[in-house]
C-alpha cells in the first residue's frame, strides 16, 4: 500500500476511536438541571430534564439545511478552476480575474447581506442562497464571459450568505427556544457541524469525481450542486418552522410573537429609518469599540484567508516537493483530499473533547492553540520544501487546526455578539478577508518563490492574530 493510503488508513482509525471515545462521553454526562418558573411566581425549582427528543430534532432540522448548502459547495468547488482553464480554454488573467470578482463580490455583498437578512428574514436569506448559487453553479453550462462573471458575482454573495445567514438563524433560534437548558449546548452542535462538514466534503468530492468520469464533462457536478439546492430549499421551507418545546416560561413568552417560521435582528423593526451606510457605520463602530468582537475579526479574517489561499496553493507545493525527489506523477489527490478532511474531524473532536464545560475560556484556548500550531505549520513547510511526506504532514496540522478553529471561532461569536445583529455582524467581519484574498492574487506571480512568501506571510500574520486573541479572549 503506497505511503499515502497507509496515511488514510490510521486516520480513519484515529477518528474511530475519537468517535468512539466522545460517544461514551456523550452517555456518561451528568442529566442537566434547569430552574422552571411556576405560574403562581413562587421560588423556582430545580428539575431534571432528560434529553428532550424534539431538541434533537432541531439538530437535525438545522445540520441537515447547512450541510446541504455545504455539499452543494464542495460539489463543484474543486472543478471549478479546470472548466474555465480547461474546459472553456480561458487565459490565467481571465481566470483570476473571474476569482477575483467572487472575492470582491463577498466583500462588497457584507455590506447589505447581513442587513437584509437581520430586517427581512434569516431564513429568507438562506432562501436566497439557494437561488444565487444555482444561478453561480448554471452560469457554468456558457462560454460567454459576461454570463461567466455574473455567475462569479452570485457567488460571491452566496458565499458571504452561507457563512453569515445560517448561523444567524440557528443561534437566534436556539436562545429562543431555552435549548441550553435542554440537554444541547452550542458548542456540541457546532463540533457535529465541523464533524459531519468533514463526511459531506468527503462524499461530495468523491461523487463529483464518480460524475465526472461517468459523463465525461467536467460541468456535471455543477449540475449536480444545482439539483443539491433545490433539494436544500425545500428542507429549508418545509423544515426550519417553530417547534412545541417544554421551554422554561420566560422562553415560551419570548417565543410567543412573529413569525413562527422566522427570525430577525433588530434592523427588522426600524428598516425605513435607517440606512444601510448608517447600519454598517454602526456595526463597524460597534466592533472598534468590543475589543472582543475586533479580536475576532482579526483572527477569522487572517486564518480563513490563509485557508483559502493554503487551498489554491497546497497542491502545487506537494507536486514542487516530489518533483525535487525525480517523482514526475502527479501525487493521489484523492487520498490527500480524504486525509486533509479527516484531519479537519479529528479537529472538531478535539475541539468537543477541550469544551466539554461548553464555555468561553476553554473555546478561546481552542482558537488561540488552532492559529498558533496553523501558524507552525506553514513556516515548517517552508523550511522542509523538498521532503513530500514531511510537507504533507504539516498541511494535515493546517486541516488539524482548521477543524479546531471553526466551532471554536462560531461557539464564540455565538456568545459575544448580539442576536439582533448577527447576520449583519457575521457579514461585515468578512469584508477584511475578501480584501486579504484579492490582494494576495493581484500579486501573482509563476514559479515557487510567490507560494513561499504567501506562506511566510500568513505565518507571521497569525502569530500576531495569536497574540490578539490571547490578549482579548484569554
Not at 462560531?410 to 455582524?425: E, G, Q, T, V
Request: hydrophobic share 45%.
Amino acid at each position: 500500500m503506497s505511503f499515502y493510503g497507509i496515511n488514510l488508513g490510521v486516520l480513519i482509525a484515529l477518528n474511530t476511536l475519537l468517535l468512539y471515545r466522545e460517544h461514551k462521553s456523550n452517555r456518561s454526562a451528568p442529566i442537566l438541571k434547569v430552574d422552571l418558573e411556576d405560574e403562581s411566581n413562587e421560588k423556582p425549582k430545580e428539575l431534571d430534564v432528560e434529553p428532550d427528543t424534539r431538541v434533537f430534532d432541531f439538530a437535525k432540522q438545522y445540520l441537515v439545511g447547512h450541510l446541504l448548502a455545504y455539499a452543494a459547495d464542495w460539489l463543484q468547488g474543486p472543478h471549478l478552476y479546470a472548466v474555465y482553464k480547461y474546459d472553456k480554454k480561458l487565459a490565467e488573467t481571465y481566470v483570476a480575474a473571474l476569482y477575483a470578482t467572487g472575492f470582491i463580490s463577498a466583500g462588497l455583498s457584507g455590506a447589505f447581506a447581513g442587513q437584509l437578512a437581520d430586517r427581512y428574514g434569516r431564513k429568507k436569506a438562506c432562501l436566497v442562497y439557494c437561488g444565487t448559487y444555482a444561478a453561480c453553479c448554471l452560469s457554468m453550462l456558457s462560454d460567454n464571459l459576461y454570463i461567466l462573471f455574473a455567475g462569479r458575482f452570485c457567488g460571491g454573495i452566496s458565499t458571504t450568505l452561507l457563512y453569515s445567514t445560517f448561523d444567524a438563524w440557528m443561534n437566534t433560534e436556539y436562545q429562543k427556544r431555552g435549548l441550553e437548558a435542554h440537554y444541547l449546548s452550542l458548542s456540541t452542535l457546532y463540533g457535529w457541524l465541523t464533524s459531519a462538514n468533514s463526511i459531506v466534503a468527503i462524499a461530495a468530492g468523491i461523487s463529483g469525481e464518480l460524475l465526472v468520469s461517468f459523463t465525461g464533462t467536467k460541468t456535471s457536478p455543477f449540475l449536480l450542486a444545482v439539483v443539491v439546492l433545490g433539494g436544500t430549499a425545500v428542507w429549508i421551507s418545509s423544515t426550519w418552522v417553530r417547534a412545541d418545546l417544554p421551554l422554561p416560561r420566560a422562553c415560551l413568552d419570548a417565543a410567543a410573537d412573529g413569525d413562527q417560521s422566522e427570525n430577525y435582528g433588530s434592523q427588522a423593526n426600524d428598516a425605513s429609518e435607517t440606512s444601510f451606510v448608517m447600519v454598517a457605520l454602526n456595526t463597524v463602530g460597534e466592533m472598534w469599540r468590543d475589543k472582543r468582537i475586533l479580536a475576532l475579526t482579526t483572527a477569522s479574517s487572517l486564518f480563513e484567508s490563509m485557508m483559502y489561499l493554503w487551498v489554491f496553493f497546497w497542491s502545487s507545493a506537494v507536486i514542487s516537493a516530489r518533483h525535487v525527489s525525480g517523482i514526475t506523477e502527479d501525487p493521489p489527490f484523492g487520498f490527500i483530499f480524504a486525509s486533509f478532511m479527516c484531519c479537519m474531524m479529528a479537529g472538531s473532536m478535539i475541539f468537543n473533547m477541550t469544551c466539554s464545560s461548553h464555555d468561553v475560556t476553554s473555546a478561546s484556548f481552542v482558537l488561540n492553540a488552532a492559529i498558533a500550531l496553523a501558524s507552525v505549520s506553514l513556516l515548517s513547510a517552508l523550511l522542509i520544501p523538498s521532503h513530500e511526506y514531511l510537507v504533507f504532514w504539516a498541511f494535515c496540522l493546517v486541516e488539524l487546526c482548521v477543524g479546531m478553529y471553526f466551532p471554536s471561532v462560531n461557539f464564540l461569536k455565538s456568545n459575544i455578539i448580539d442576536n439582533n445583529s448577527r447576520a449583519n455582524m457575521n457579514s461585515i467581519m468578512r469584508m477584511p478577508l475578501s480584501t486579504f484574498v484579492v490582494l494576495a492574487h493581484s500579486l501573482a506571480e509563476e514559479g515557487d518563490r510567490h507560494r513561499n512568501n504567501m506562506f511566510l506571510t500568513f505565518g507571521g500574520a497569525l502569530l500576531v492574530a495569536f497574540a490578539i486573541t490571547y490578549r482579548y479572549l484569554h
